[in-house]
């Protein structure tokens, strides 16, 4: 019994000794918040223990304060959120301690361990933090320069950190968020010539989206008097190119045997043959059948040509450029027979089902070339969409 009581003395006496060398060496490691950190875990604490303690508070304490006169003269833009962090590192450091103190040395002594009512610092630096932050993206907001104005929105953020509605920044907010983006209007233009359908040009407009984040974006496809554009993106048409009605006829012919009836086998000297029970030997009779096939074909190919623009709103001036064609072709077969019908394939005859039709109208050629030009005007929008966010 006294030898487990011995180990554990060892034990418990090892256990102080280590602790109390770990916060001495974070003491000649000068990291005194460790030091405190430490001491405040411990349940028990020696003489030594509490002077380190000492010291390492009151030598934070003093590198804080003398940080903080130090950004107070400085001109840096986010000082004052630094001192505001160093008052609330301060501040929730001093809460931890107060619950130790008063701390007595053994000779009766009272550790010097200096506090102070932070509230009214905490509040004036978590004030000037906000109006800085405020007076910087207010500034930005009211440049003419639209990078700026987004990047206000980082400084207004920044001030509502301290208060959520800090005076009238979500406004602002809102403000930047307007002011900052970029409006482009989407346009199809025709050459009047051309006959196409009557909603040909819009029925495109409406099927071209925005496929990214449209945050400092906003395409429309009608032009609105209130809003001054940065852009013209159009797809001009100039031309459409519609072949002749090509028709081709093609003939072939199929044939087949198939059983018609019996005849008898003969012998050399042609008598029936017989066979071992007497009667005659019959084999089945072929005949061979035919069926005449005229393949139709009809061949009809259009072209919308165009090319899609970038242009910069007010001046005018053409920022990138890219063809768009819009194709439609038109290929069809029926097929006709003349002849016995069982002659032909089971291929053929699944063919059989395709009947005359006529060569469908430009019209609905050119209707059928919108789908391309769709692809072409929403990939070409997609290609150029950092150009028309980050330019101007």
């Known amino acids: ?38 001491f405040l875990q411990k349940k028990k604490v020696s003489e030594e223990e509490i002077s380190y303690f000492e010291k390492a508070y009151n030598v934070a304490l003093e590198r804080d304060k003398e940080q903080i006169v130090l950004l107070k003269s400085a001109n840096s833009g986010n000082r004052w959120e630094e001192i505001f962090n160093l008052y609330s590192k301060i501040n929730t450091r001093q809460n931890n301690v107060l619950r130790v103190l008063p701390l007595y040395y053994s000779d009766g002594r009272k550790a010097s361990i200096e506090t102070f009512d932070f509230s009214a610092v905490l509040e004036e630096s978590r004030q000037n933090a906000a109006q800085a932050y405020y007076d910087q993206g207010l500034k930005l907001l009211n440049s003419k320069n639209k990078n700026s104005i987004r990047q206000s929105l980082d400084y207004f953020a920044a001030s509502k950190k301290f208060y959520i ?62 809003i001054n554009y940065d852009f013209l993106v159009k797809l001009n048409l100039y031309d459409i190119q519609v072949s002749p009605d090509a028709l081709k006829e093609i003939y072939t012919t199929e044939e087949k045997s198939i059983q018609d009836g019996w005849q008898y086998e003969l012998d050399n000297k042609g008598n029936v043959k017989k066979d071992s029970l007497g009667n005659d030997i019959k084999k089945p009779k072929y005949v061979k059948i035919t069926c005449q096939v005229k393949e139709t074909r009809m061949e009809k190919s259009t072209r919308v040509l165009g090319d899609v623009t970038i242009y910069d709103a007010t001046t005018k001036d053409y920022l990138k450029n890219q063809k768009c064609i819009g194709n439609a072709i038109f290929n069809y077969s029926y097929f006709q027979i003349n002849g016995n019908k069982d002659a032909l394939s089971a291929n053929t005859i ?14 609905d050629m050119v209707e059928q070339c919108k789908a391309e030009l769709i692809r072409c005007y929403q990939d070409f929008i997609t290609a150029n969409y950092n150009a028309m966010v980050y330019v101007k």
């Open 165 to 226: 509605n800090y005076k009238d920044v979500n406004e602002l907010m809102e403000e930047a968020q307007i002011k900052g983006k970029n409006y482009a209007l989407l346009l199809v233009e025709k050459n009047p010539n051309l006959m196409v359908p009557s909603y040909f040009e819009q029925s495109i407009l409406e099927n071209i989206k925005l496929t990214k984040n449209a945050e400092w974006l906003s395409i429309d496809y009608r032009r609105k008097d209130a």
């Open 350 to 363: 699944s063919k059989l089902k395709y009947l005359p039709a006529p060569f469908p109208n430009t019209l």
């Open 1 to 38: 019994m006294m030898i487990k009581q011995k180990a554990l003395f060892i034990f418990l006496f090892t256990l102080i000794l280590i602790s109390c060398q770990t916060i001495k060496k974070s003491f000649e490691n000068r990291d005194y918040d460790r030091v405190v950190s430490l």
